[in-house]
């Protein structure tokens, strides 16, 4: 299984959790170690004889090729991605470079290593699974749920970038008969996640006294699923699913920003006592000017998956923010390794003058 990215937040936890669920599966995890991309995310398996790390970008041909050949890849699970809103506005170019360029790379790999001279009937054991976003629908009002079959009306270039890499890989499976199949998921959280998303940045901001940044008035809404679950989902996918099939991953946990903030925050008074000078955290709650293009409401059906496939989530938001502050709190060293000086530098670009 090549997976791509796997130093990234879903990645990992993906990687380890195929490490413990399949043990006849060898994984070779190609990640370019970009600034979300820490290897200490699995350094509990490095030296697993199944598992090899190639430092790498997917956009790199002659790499993709040689570790198709090298590793008789029969699965790729393809998660590397530009990722989040604020740095696709601020700098786009890399959004294109990396989710549609790099996806097409990959997918030229995989058209040639799988259909090109191989014996009849090979491909069907074959899987090559693109994990992408409930952006790519744009946004929702008040009510109402994105299926899969939701018009694309991305709003960002980030989500733009990814309803491209959506439409190549179901291209190259009318076209060329390739067994791909997508997945498109719901605002993820829980462990190794970056802090630039909110979920890490308000735990790491309110352990540490800092204001905590909500974009206009906190009441835009994002349906919450734990990475783990999401992780399990693709698993059944990959198992299970019909190639050319695309299947969304939803959490059923809706939310406002502000009542995810506002929860951390509560829940860390509740652990760790209040601010030094006895104030609870919500005093650090400081709300910014809004982002452009900030999408209103995501909200996702997941019937299809549940009745097809048989997954639901099970871990509800409440016990999911739970273990996930836990973690952070559990792991100071995993955060430090990342906030540097460019970490610092964009954090006051992003949230300094607002």
């Known amino acids: 299984m090549l997976v791509t990215g796997g130093c990234g937040f879903i990645g990992s936890n993906f990687v380890r959790l195929v490490m413990r669920k399949l043990p006849d599966c060898r994984v070779i995890n190609l990640d370019k170690l970009t600034y979300a991309g820490n290897p200490l995310s699995l350094a509990d398996i490095e030296h697993d004889s199944r ?39 601020a700098a786009p170019d890399e959004f294109i470079q990396t989710n549609i360029v790099g996806t097409f790379t990959l997918l030229e790999a995989a058209r040639k290593a799988w259909l090109s001279g191989s014996p009849p009937g090979t491909q ?27 018009p694309y009306d991305p709003r960002s270039p980030y989500s733009a970038s990814k309803a491209s890499s959506d439409h190549i890989i179901s291209a190259y499976h009318h076209t060329y008969g390739l067994p791909t199949l997508i997945t498109n998921c719901s605002n993820n959280y829980g462990p190794y996640q970056f802090p630039e998303k909110l979920i890490p940045l308000i735990i790491n901001n309110a352990r540490n006294g800092m204001e905590l940044p909500v974009y206009g008035d906190g009441k835009n809404i994002r349906d919450w699923l734990y990475v783990v679950d999401h992780c399990e989902a693709i698993l059944s996918v990959l198992s299970s699913g019909k190639a050319g099939e695309t ?21 860390l008074d509740e652990q760790t006592g209040c601010l030094p000078d006895g104030q609870p955290r919500r005093t650090l709650i400081r709300f910014v000017k809004d982002r452009p293009g900030h999408d209103r409401r995501y909200a996702i059906d997941a019937s299809k998956i549940s009745g097809e496939l048989g997954w639901q989530p099970s871990v509800r938001f409440e016990e999911g923010i739970r273990r996930t502050i836990k973690w ?23 949230y300094g003058n607002r």
């Open 124 to 150: 069907d054991t074959k899987r090559f699974l693109h994990v992408s976003t409930d952006e790519v629908y744009g946004s929702l009002g008040e009510t109402g749920y994105f299926t899969e079959t939701t």
């Open 247 to 267: 299947y969304n991953i939803g959490g059923n946990s809706e939310k406002q920003n502000i009542e995810v903030v506002q929860t951390i925050c509560d829940i």
């Open 328 to 350: 952070y709190l559990e792991n100071p060293a995993w955060i430090s390794s990342l906030i540097d000086g460019s970490y610092r530098e964009y954090y006051e670009k992003m």
């Open 51 to 89: 598992y090899r790390f190639v430092k790498g970008d997917i956009c790199d041909t002659r790499l993709v090729e040689r570790l198709f050949s090298e590793e008789h890849i029969d699965t790729v699970v393809h998660f590397a991605a530009e990722s989040h809103v604020d740095r696709s506005i």
